[in-house]
């Protein structure tokens, strides 16, 4: 199929395909934007799982990769990865078993992981190896997810991990992505940077994620003398839809572009100006938005299982329709294999997920 046209008959539809030169300039923008503002990245894999994406972030200069869970770390391992964090917290006992056998088997693997209680630091440790599992302190904000809700709460639980064997205190982590605005972004980065600077360690990690704040966390964090490792995730194909409209790059100068595209025929239009088109909810996204036509006059009004209803006029049966999407986090893990293609829509390479690998 390299080099061949993706409407050349071979390939059926629906189909989702990569836009290569969009994937290498997010890539590149990303990494960029990471060294030029003095920060590591370490790309949220979770939104791809995808080895050959994770080669190409890697190979632009990526500290290591993060990830959600710990069968998403043993995936991720397997891809060659030589540091990985969990930006979770991790309980499961046998993703414990795991980790602990792969620390002890290879001296230059480097696993981190959240912890925002002494009862899952305890977990932590009463599953360690020889090497002990990194931790990072948690530090979360009212009515977000997890995290200790105080800055009083988490150095408690800073001196607890430090008194506990199986368990090291690397850094303190956060999450700023589900803050509504730059002030309150700001004034939760200087609670992270008033924990960091309480801890007893030499080189401290402060690490925080998402890909709707990282310009305030660039200009934000330039003083701390933490090592900050950005965990954005979503930018490495960016969307049409969710983060279009949140990107930083709608207040800096730059910009990442829309890196896929799912195309789809006209089924049927059973009415006048109304049309159905032969892509569901198990080939795009639509957690953060319905997919959005490329064409001018077509408007999604609904997505079911294998079926979009659109209205538009001048549609006929068999015709072909492309889609932005929004929210790439949800929208690789219903393809196995996509092709990555050129400008004319040539086939270039294959990008393959692996979502569904199991222990």
């Known amino acids: 199929m390299l080099g061949r046209s993706v409407f050349g008959g071979e390939l059926g539809f629906p189909l989702m395909v990569v836009h290569r030169d969009a994937l290498h300039h997010n890539i590149a923008t990303m990494a960029a934007f990471a060294r030029d503002h003095g920060m590591e990245l370490a790309p949220h894999a979770k939104t791809h799982m995808s080895p050959e994406i994770s080669a190409r972030q890697l190979d632009a200069g990526a500290w290591g990769l993060t990830v959600a869970t710990p069968a998403q770390a043993r995936t991720v391992r397997g ?17 414990l078993r795991w980790a602990a056998a792969e620390l002890d088997a290879d001296p230059g693997f480097t696993l981190m992981s959240f912890v925002d209680s002494p009862a899952g630091a305890d977990l932590l440790a009463a599953a360690a190896g020889s090497r002990p599992f990194q931790v990072l302190a948690e530090l979360g904000h009212p009515g977000g997810r997890a995290g200790c809700r105080t800055l009083d709460d988490l150095l408690a639980l800073a001196a607890h991990v430090q ?42 990690i402060l690490t925080v994620g998402g890909s709707q704040w990282f310009d305030v966390i660039g200009r934000h964090l330039v003083a701390t003398h933490a090592k900050v490792i950005l965990r954005s995730g979503a930018y490495v194909t960016h969307d049409d839809g969710y983060y279009r409209e949140r990107t930083p790059y709608n207040r800096i100068d730059g910009e990442l572009r829309p890196a896929l595209e799912v195309w789809a025929h006209v089924l049927s239009t059973p009415e006048p100006g109304l049309a159905v088109v032969g892509m569901g909810k198990r080939d795009a996204p639509y957690d953060e938005g319905l997919p959005v036509p490329r064409r001018g006059g077509v408007t999604v009004v609904k997505m079911q299982d294998q079926h979009t209803i659109v209205r538009a006029d001048g549609l006929r049966p068999g015709d072909l329709l492309a889609f932005g999407i929004s929210h790439p986090c949800t929208a690789f893990d219903k393809w196995r294999e996509l092709p990555l293609v050129d400008g004319d829509y040539r086939v270039a390479g294959t990008i393959t997920t692996r979502f569904q690998e199991q222990p």
């Open 79 to 95: 891809f060659g990865v030589s540091r990985i964090m969990v930006a979770n917290q991790v309980v499961d006992p046998a993703g």
């Open 163 to 204: 008194r506990t064997d199986g368990v090291e205190l690397v850094g303190v982590a956060g999450y700023e992505g589900s803050l509504a605005t730059a002030q309150e972004v700001r004034k939760y980065l200087d609670l992270l940077q008033e924990a960091v600077e309480h801890l007893r360690i030499r080189t401290p």
